[in-house]
């Protein structure tokens, strides 16, 4: 078994290194599959072949050898990132030849096409969780997802209708995302409800899964009597696990909060300390679960603390489509005079990412 292995594997770097730019797998079932890996994520790699119109969708665990001469960008479980090529050495591990970007701007012209892959480590294949083909550009480190959703009971004309979206990019060393949440909802006789809250944010990655961060997030929110409250948020995190089937970390930092209301109460300022933390599970076959907790105990203000709460499953019903059900919750143990302190919405969207 071992030695077929070994000879299919050699049968897919003669072809790889026959087709410039033409990538190799070898699957579980025994499936040879030749094309272009564009990326892999959350344990799904992404395929495209001459032969079928959509690209291929597949699972990381089920493939037994690669070969390739793409460039990639490979981020590893342990943080660990590089910059070069990916091939099989057997069914459980994988060979990186990668290059030192540092060393290579300092090599002549003649010399780069000989030295930049000239270091080589070899590793579990189970532990690569990242790739993206670097001659992708800007638009394959792109994500984007859009969700609608709408309804509409006889009874007082109650109408509810909120849209959910995000924006994504992910570069070698850093990342960038932005998410917007609106609810309106109406209803005779009764006051309108409205909702927004949203948030942009960045993380620097370093040595060992950890990460520089800072936040911006908004929230607008009649319930709770908020017309804005905005946050600075700057800290350090950690993926404490981070795998092809889940990533739990944790951030703490702190947070300056400015808040104003639709009442007559004055505005207010104050610091928080920050402490957070978020889990992905994203290999329950089509279902995907994401949950973040973040508590804010006040630095500034006696006695306050606050917590914002959010859990979304998703399912992926047809190509790009997706059904996500999720909850967003705010606690406030000090609100104004006339607000709640716990305010919580359910939603049940259909979306799109791209």
Known sequence: MKKSLLFCILVLASVS?????????LLSNGNLIVGEIKSMDQGVLTMETDYSDSDFKITWGEIRAIASQTNFLITLSSGRRFNGKLNSVDSAN????YYDPVRVLKLKKEEIAEKETDLTEIVPIAT????????????????????????????NNLQQFNIRSG??????????SANLNSIRSTQDEVDDIKRTDGNASFNYFLPKDWFLLYNLTYL??????????????IGLGKYVIHTNKTYFGFQTGINLNTESYFDDTPSRNSGEALIGTQLNLYDIGDLNLLTTLTAYPSLTESGRFRTD??????Y??????YIKVGT????????IEGATKLDYVFQTTVGWEL
């Open 94 to 97: 994988i060979r990186i030849d």
């Open 220 to 233: 607008s929110n009649t319930e709770q009597l908020i017309r804005s409250r905005v946050g600075n948020q």
């Open 316 to 321: 992926d019903f047809l190509d790009d489509f």
């Open 128 to 155: 690569v969780v990242y790739l993206n083909a670097v001659d992708e550009g800007f638009w394959s480190r792109l994500s984007a997802n859009f969700d609608i959703g709408w309804s509409l009971t006889k009874a």
């Open 17 to 25: 290194q026959t087709f410039a730019q033409v990538d190799s797998l």
């Open 167 to 176: 924006l994504g990019y992910l570069a070698d060393r850093w990342k960038a």
């Open 309 to 314: 709460f959010s859990l979304d499953v998703k």
């Open 328 to 335: 967003t919750m705010n606690y406030d143990n000090q609100p």
